[in-house]
């Protein structure tokens, strides 16, 4: 009968067979929280699904920063710039992380008036003064909206920067949402004055440069201010750019452009919009399309922008960007063009 090896000796062996068994369960967990590529069947559907959008002009995929799908099916195509309207808003929350990671500006929490200086009317309201950046960014101002049905007026003003200032309060700084473009275009008249350049040339030198695409020229307002949040025009390619810029969490090719945890402040619901009920962060709506986390800005007439960083996806849409309006339902479909890729029946 053979002596029984004494437990000491067995240490040894019971450790590495439970290191083993650990590392088996790990890979095996890894295993199943990657999900599968996109398959061509996927991209297929997604082809024939698109098709079916009539007003759909462009359609550009990118899977960990590969491009796996790109198709125009009308417009400029998909390395020509068009009008993306108010996606021009997530656009405009990147060039302020930049301005930031530059030095240009302080922080989210910086208060916009500090920025303006003598552009902030004298007889404002004195809630102006603590109106931030942050505020701007996540459309939490608490000013009367310059959007929707107030939107002619304020265009039409001589000056958008004193008339969006100039509106009643009808919520604190930091409450709820309210989707205003003269709350983004305060953030363009903001980074012109910090950066001593107009926002275009902000824009090429903080954004173009570091992830080469062209930012052509676009609208300004009586006083020269490049329009914040609206009518930026860029290509399909080049919002897949920026996409990927937030998905690789602020750096491209090496490069920091973002400051360290932005994406993460950008990503973080601090509103709802009162029309979907979605999250809205700096310049980012919040939501969950086919069980995965999704973020996207989106612009009038059908231009979005997704970005869901556990597939390491990137979508870029852009549509007629001409009225009529196709509503909200158009976006809903833009969606489930998303969830259908991501494999929901």
């Known amino acids: 009968?053979?002596?029984?090896?004494?437990?000491?000796?067995?240490?040894?062996?019971?450790?590495?067979?439970?290191?083993?068994?650990?590392?088996?369960?790990?890979?095996?967990?890894?295993?199943?929280?990657?999900?599968?590529?996109?398959?061509?069947a996927s991209l297929e559907r997604l082809d024939a699904q698109a098709s079916r959008l009539e007003r759909l002009h462009a359609l550009v995929v990118a899977e960990q920063g590969e491009i796996r799908f790109e198709r125009a099916y009308g417009g400029p195509g998909v390395d020509r710039p068009t009008n993306v309207k108010s996606l021009s808003k997530t656009v405009l929350a990147a060039l302020v992380g930049a301005a930031i990671e530059a030095g240009y500006l302080d922080?989210?929490?910086?208060?916009?008036?500090?920025?303006?200086?003598?552009?902030?009317?004298?007889?404002?309201?004195?809630?102006?003064?603590?109106i931030t950046l942050g505020h701007l960014l996540s459309l939490q101002a608490g000013l009367e909206r310059t959007s929707g049905a107030n939107y002619g007026s304020w265009v039409a003003s001589p000056d958008w920067v004193r008339d969006a200032l100039s509106r009643p309060f009808v919520d604190e700084p930091g409450g709820r949402m309210l989707y205003s473009t003269g709350s983004s275009h305060l953030l363009s008249a903001a980074l012109t004055r910090a950066g001593g350049e107009s926002t275009l040339t902000l824009a090429r030198q903080l954004l173009g440069e570091p992830l080469d695409i062209a930012i052509p020229a676009w609208p300004r307002d009586p006083q020269g201010v490049y329009f914040g949040g609206n009518d930026m025009q860029l290509s399909p390619r080049a919002l897949v750019r920026i996409g990927e810029l937030y998905r690789l969490d602020g750096v491209i090719d090496g490069t920091r452009v973002l400051p360290e945890g932005w994406v993460e402040a950008s990503w973080q619901t601090r509103g709802r919009s009162p029309w979907t009920g979605d999250g809205y962060g700096y310049g980012w709506f919040v939501t969950e399309l086919a069980g995965e986390a999704a973020?996207?800005?989106?612009?009038?007439?059908?231009?979005?922008?997704?970005?869901?960083p556990g597939r390491g996806l990137t979508v870029a849409i852009t549509s007629d960007p001409e009225p009529p309006s196709p509503g909200g339902q158009f976006q809903q479909m833009l969606h489930a063009l998303v969830e259908g890729m991501l494999g929901a029946p």
Not at 295 to 308: D, E, K, M, N
């Open 1 to 40: 009968m053979p002596t029984p090896r004494p437990l000491s000796a067995l240490r040894p062996l019971l450790g590495g067979l439970i290191m083993l068994a650990v590392a088996a369960a790990c890979h095996a967990q890894a295993g199943e929280a990657s999900p599968p590529p996109l398959d061509q």
């Open 295 to 308: 973020y996207y800005g989106r612009g009038f007439g059908g231009q979005a922008l997704y970005v869901i």
């Open 107 to 130: 922080s989210p929490d910086q208060p916009v008036a500090e920025l303006l200086g003598p552009r902030v009317p004298a007889e404002a309201d004195p809630r102006v003064r603590e």
